[in-house]
């Protein structure tokens, strides 16, 4: 499986944008790029998933450059309820995937 | 539906007792998996099962560790003897077929003393 490097932590004004990125200069050509979230006392919440398109949600947005070494979680309108771990993941799809877990980043959303 | 069940959410118990977690799939999600989270070493998988078969238990700690699916709604992890450094929160989550999503359930906080 391809590894992530992300940042620790990073912050955020209540309303404004969050961008979090995630470093995955390694992955190969079928790994997805996925995105999960721990709010504090809650087990981890599926986001989002991409290949290489631009992916959107109710929940957020997945930017993927063009060369897929890198994606941006994009939430547009920070709440503190965002206050979480925000977790990267690349795997290839199907019966065998699952999702490994590393540090992520911590966001904090402040008023 | 009601999401993934975990009990108890919380469990104190002593040095050297038996402690058994227990978790309820979605309804219709054939995969499971158990994981543990501590500050040290985060999230780890510890076994999962498809179609109540276990597939990889790789990450299972040592023998003290067992886990059963012994049917599609239900499935128990057991710690025997347990021991302090066991103490971690114990999360179960399912997947349907090859979905992309994993679904958690809310834990079970074990402390063994």
């Known amino acids: 499986d391809a590894k992530t490097t992300q940042p620790t932590s990073m912050d955020c004004a209540e309303g404004r944008a969050a961008n979090l990125p995630c470093n995955h200069s390694t992955i190969s050509g079928n790994e997805y790029v996925y995105w999960y979230r721990q709010i504090h006392s809650q087990g981890p919440q599926y986001i989002i998933h991409g290949l290489k398109n631009n992916e959107t949600n109710e929940m957020a947005s997945l930017i993927i450059t063009e060369d897929r070494k890198s994606s941006t979680l994009i939430l547009p309108h920070a709440t503190l309820r965002d206050t979480a771990v925000y977790y990267c993941i690349v795997r290839v799809p199907g019966g065998s995937y699952i999702p490994t877990f590393g540090r992520g980043t911590s966001l904090i959303v402040h008023p | 539906d009601a999401g993934v069940i975990q009990s108890p959410r919380h469990e104190v118990t002593e040095m050297g007792q038996e402690v058994t977690l227990r978790c309820k799939p979605i309804s219709g999600h054939n995969s499971l998996f158990w994981y543990r989270q501590t500050m040290m070493r985060g999230l780890e998988l510890l076994i999962y099962?498809?179609?109540?078969?276990?597939?990889?238990d790789s990450g299972m700690p040592e023998d003290r560790f067992s886990a059963k699916m012994p049917n599609a709604s239900f499935s128990t992890l057991k710690i025997q003897p347990s021991e302090p450094r066991d103490s971690a929160v114990y999360f179960c989550a399912t997947r349907q077929g090859n979905s992309y999503e994993q679904y958690f359930g809310p834990g079970t906080r074990l402390t063994v003393t």
């Open positions: 099962f498809n179609n109540n078969v276990p597939i990889d």
